[in-house]
């Protein structure tokens, strides 16, 4: 049960629609981007995972990272700059064609998997 009372505090009603927005954005790219691969560019189911791996291992490697500059720098830094990287990356997948090439997606993927920042 949520005790309503606590969405009388701005900063908590703030940080749960940043969070939601930021959520949906990275979920929207990690199921868009398959689509987007095996639809458009006729990947194979192997070779949209294999594009997406180097992301899962960029994220594999900053979680940890990530909790450990939370407790020395604190969330603000960190959001700031996760949703920056969230921004800048969404901008990038918006200018997709059927011409980018293999490697730009990777890198876009890639660091767009730092976001787990924020």
């Known amino acids: 049960m949520l005790d309503f009372r606590v969405f009388k ?3 908590f009603v703030l940080s749960n629609i940043i969070s939601a927005i930021v959520t949906v954005a990275m979920f929207t790219g ?3 981007l398959p689509i987007y691969l095996q639809t458009l ?3 194979t189911p192997v070779q949209s995972g294999l594009l997406m791996l180097p992301g899962a291992l960029v994220m594999m490697v900053m979680s940890p ?3 450990a500059l939370f407790d020395k720098i ?3 830094p960190l959001a700031l700059l996760g949703l ?3 921004a800048v990356t969404t901008f990038e ?3 997709l064609t059927t011409e980018t090439t293999y490697s730009t997606l990777v890198i876009i993927y890639a ?3 730092l976001e787990c920042l924020y």
Do not use: N, Q
């Open 84 to 86: 920056a990287i969230t």
């Open 30 to 32: 990690i199921f868009l």
């Open 111 to 113: 660091i767009r998997a």
């Open 93 to 95: 997948f918006a200018k």
């Open 65 to 67: 990272i990530s909790g």
């Open 9 to 11: 505090y701005d900063m």
């Open 74 to 76: 604190g969330p603000r």
């Open 41 to 43: 560019r006729g990947f």
